[in-house]
């Protein structure tokens, strides 16, 4: 089940995963994570492929309060593919 794969931000430890940014550029450059890379949630083929390159790695999904990073999830999930996604605001 896709809520398997969530996880708070009181419980993550982002040295465990490869973050991926699903907000748009202007936010990111804003302010973002450490090593996230940016993929927007409205570029599902480009998020495909990252997943599809990193599939033996656990991948997190954030946004800025998880709902972008939740839909991200079930569109991969309806894919195939098991993200993990951040819980919550993380700015």
């Given at each position: 089940m896709l809520e398997d794969y969530a996880i708070s931000l009181e419980e993550v430890n982002f040295n465990d995963f490869i973050v991926v940014d699903v907000r748009e550029l202007d936010e990111y450059e804003e302010l973002h994570l450490p090593n996230a890379t940016l993929i927007s949630v409205n570029d599902q083929e480009?998020?495909?492929?990252?997943?599809?390159k990193h599939k033996d790695?656990?991948?997190?999904?954030?946004?800025?309060?998880g709902r972008r990073a939740l839909d991200a999830?079930?569109?991969m999930h309806e894919l195939g593919y098991t993200p993990y996604y951040l819980e919550g605001n993380v700015y």
């Open positions: 480009k998020l495909a492929d990252f997943l599809s790695q656990k991948v997190l999904l954030h946004c800025r309060v999830a079930k569109s």
